[in-house]
């Protein structure tokens, strides 16, 4: 079994940045991608970035392309999304995920619990 731990959500003003950790214990997981997904209040869970395994490969939505970004380190099995540029819509419940390299929920098989990231204007 695989437990995820994110840290780093909290409140920040507009334009301002974060940077988050989501690190797993309990079984590596230097195999599995790791995707994160947000969910603003009243909405479905959204995706938003993903990289695989290896960390040579990246997938962001369009909705913050150019503003997040990710890394990994597999030694420390801990992923490391920085977040820039953030506006009001970003304000959800943002939670990571290890499994199946992909955009789809689905794909993945543990979450973390996720943090509440809240963006004032």
């Known amino acids: 079994q695989v437990q995820l731990v994110e840290s780093g959500g909290g409140l920040v003003q507009a334009g301002g940045s974060l940077r988050r950790s989501c690190a797993a214990s309990g079984r590596t997981v230097g195999s599995s991608a790791i995707g994160w997904f947000r969910q603003a209040p009243g909405k479905e869970r959204e995706f938003h970035t993903a990289?695989?395994?290896?960390?040579?490969?990246?997938y962001y939505a369009d909705s913050v392309k150019g503003r997040f970004t990710i890394s990994r380190d597999n030694a420390q099995n801990t992923g490391f999304p920085q977040m820039h540029s953030l506006n009001p819509e970003d304000t959800a419940v943002y939670y990571c995920?290890?499994?199946?390299?992909?955009?789809?929920?689905?794909?993945?098989?543990?979450w973390g619990p996720g943090t509440q990231v809240t963006v004032s204007s």
């Open positions: 990289i695989n395994w290896r960390a040579d490969g990246t």
């Open positions: 995920a290890a499994g199946t390299y992909g955009l789809d929920p689905s794909a993945y098989k543990y």
